[in-house]
C-alpha cells in the first residue's frame, strides 16, 4: 500500500536567542509511505495513481502509546457511577471486585471496544493493558480482551499483561494453577501488585513471578503503590531479582509511587540501579493529592529511566478522571513541572510516544527517517509544544501507513487557543 501525504508540516530545529530556545522551525514537506515505512520526504512529490492526504499544513508527529491502562473493568461507554471512598484501600476495590466483575463481563466486550476506539481516536497506535486473572473470574478476561484486541492487529499493536489484581500466593495453590494458565494464552507480560501489602511475602512473590516470566519468556509489568522506603524496599528487591538471575527481559515497575516519598540520597541510589538494570517506569499520574506523590519525572529520564505516561483507568470503580486524552496528560505534566518554554514543552513529548520526539535534545531532527515506521498523527498545531500547552487537535491517526482514524474539524493553525 502506497500513501502520499502533501503539505505536512515538520520540525527542523531550534530557534534561538542566545542559549535559549525561543522557537521550533518546520517546514512544508511532502512525505510517500509505502510498506508501511517513510519511503520519500521531499518539498514537492507528484506520484500518479496513489492515495494522497492533504495535511494543508498540519504537523506531522510520531503517534502516541497507552502503556498503562485496564481495557476489561471499565464503566466507561455506560451508565455514570462515580466510585465509592476505600475505607480499607486497595481491599475495598478487591472486595468490591468479587461482587462487580462477573456483572461487568456481560457488557465487558462491548465496552473494551468503545475504549480501544477512543484510544484510536485520541492519537494512540499502541496499547498496554493490564488485565485481571482472579480467583473470580479466573482466565476469562484475559481469553476475550485478547480476542478483542486481535481484532484490532491492523489497527494498532498492544501489549497484555496477566494481572493478579487480587494478590498472586494469598489466594492459594488452585489460583497459582490458574493464573499459570493465562501465561500459555498469549500474554506479553506477567503483572504484580504491592507483594509486602497485598500478600505480606514480597520475596516469594517476586520469586514465582521472575521463575513463570523465565519459563515462559514473558516481560514483568509491577504496580507499586507502596510509598516511601516500603516500595523503595520493594523496587530494591526487583532488582536483586534482575541481577541475581541474569534476567534479560524488560521489566517496568508501574505507579512506583515510593520515588516520591524518598530522601534525596536514597533516590539517586535506587534511580542509578533502575537505570543500570533498564528498569522504566509507567506513570498513571503526573499531579497528584499532594506534592508527595508526584513523581521526579524528568529526573529519572535524565538519569537513564525511560518514564511513559498512561491513563490507568478512563472510568471505573476505582476512579472517575481518566479521558485517554494523552495531550492532556502531557499539559497536566507540564503544568505541574512548570515546564512552560517551547524546549521543555516540546520535549515532553517522548513520555507519551515510546521516546520519540522529532528533535533530539541538541534541535537536531530525528524523526521522521527514510525506513522508520509510518505511525503518526497529523495535528492542528505548529509545534509540539503548542500542541501540549493548547491541546491542540488530532486530525488524522495513521499505523503502519494506514489511515485508521479521521476528523474533519476548522483548522485554524498557530491562531488556535
Not at 489484581?165 to 506477567?190: A, C, D, P, Y
Not at 503483572?191 to 511475602?201: L, M, Q, R, S
Not at 519468556?217 to 541474569?246: K, S, V, Y
Not at 540501579?273 to 524528568?298: E, Q
Request: charged share 25%.
Amino acid at each position: 500500500m502506497k500513501l502520499l501525504i502533501k503539505n505536512a508540516r515538520l520540525e527542523i530545529g531550534y530557534d534561538y536567542l542566545g542559549d535559549s530556545v525561543v522557537g521550533t522551525k518546520t517546514a512544508i514537506k511532502d512525505v510517500l509511505i509505502e510498506r508501511g515505512i517513510f519511503v520519500e520526504i521531499t518539498d514537492q512529490l507528484e506520484v500518479a495513481d496513489i492515495d494522497t492526504i492533504d495535511a494543508k499544513g498540519q504537523l506531522l508527529l510520531p503517534s502516541l502509546r497507552e502503556m498503562h491502562v485496564h481495557l476489561d473493568k471499565t464503566f466507561f461507554g455506560g451508565d455514570w457511577s462515580a466510585p465509592t471512598m476505600p475505607v480499607n484501600g486497595i481491599f475495598t476495590r478487591i472486595s468490591e471486585e468479587n461482587d462487580m466483575l462477573p456483572d461487568l463481563f456481560a457488557t465487558a466486550e462491548e465496552r473494551t471496544r468503545y475504549m480501544i476506539e477512543h484510544y484510536i481516536a485520541n492519537g494512540h497506535t499502541h496499547i498496554r493493558t493490564h488485565v485481571n486473572v482472579d480467583p473470580t473470574m479466573k482466565t476469562s478476561h484475559v481469553e476475550k480482551t485478547k480476542r478483542i484486541l486481535d481484532e484490532y492487529q491492523d489497527k494498532i499493536t498492544y501489549e497484555i499483561v496477566a494481572f493478579p489484581q487480587h494478590g498472586l500466593l494469598r489466594n492459594g495453590e488452585e489460583f497459582l494453577s490458574v493464573f499459570e494458565e493465562s501465561l500459555k494464552m498469549g500474554v506479553t507480560h506477567i503483572g504484580g501488585v504491592d507483594p509486602a501489602t497485598i500478600d505480606h511475602n514480597i520475596n516469594g512473590v517476586l520469586e514465582q513471578t521472575f521463575d513463570w516470566a523465565e519459563k515462559y519468556c514473558l516481560a514483568i509489568d509491577i504496580h507499586l503503590h507502596d510509598g516511601d522506603t516500603l516500595g523503595a524496599f520493594e523496587i530494591h528487591r526487583i532488582i536483586d531479582q534482575i541481577e541475581e538471575r541474569n534476567f534479560l527481559g524488560k521489566v517496568t515497575i508501574s505507579h512506583a509511587f515510593a520515588l516520591a516519598g524518598i530522601s534525596r540520597v536514597e533516590l539517586a541510589d535506587l534511580v542509578s540501579r533502575m537505570a543500570k538494570n533498564n528498569v522504566d517506569v509507567a506513570s498513571s499520574i503526573a499531579i497528584g493529592a499532594s506534592a508527595a506523590i508526584t513523581l521526579p519525572i524528568r529526573y529519572l529520564y535524565e538519569t537513564g529511566v525511560p518514564v511513559s505516561l498512561g491513563h490507568d483507568s478512563l472510568i471505573d470503580h476505582w476512579s472517575p478522571f481518566g479521558t485517554g486524552d494523552t495531550i492532556q496528560k502531557l499539559n497536566m505534566t507540564a503544568k505541574r513541572f512548570n515546564w512552560i518554554d517551547e524546549w521543555h514543552l516540546g520535549q515532553s513529548l517522548k513520555f507519551a510516544t515510546g521516546g520519540i520526539t522529532p528533535l533530539n535534545e541538541e534541535g537536531q531532527q530525528v524523526w521522521p527517517k527514510i525506513n522508520d515506521a509510518a505511525n503518526l498523527i497529523l495535528v492542528d498545531a505548529v509545534s509540539s509544544a503548542h500542541l501540549i500547552a493548547r491541546q491542540c487537535p488530532i486530525s488524522t491517526v495513521l499505523s503502519k501507513g494506514a489511515i485508521i482514524y479521521q476528523d474533519n474539524f476548522e483548522l485554524r493553525g498557530g491562531y488556535r487557543g
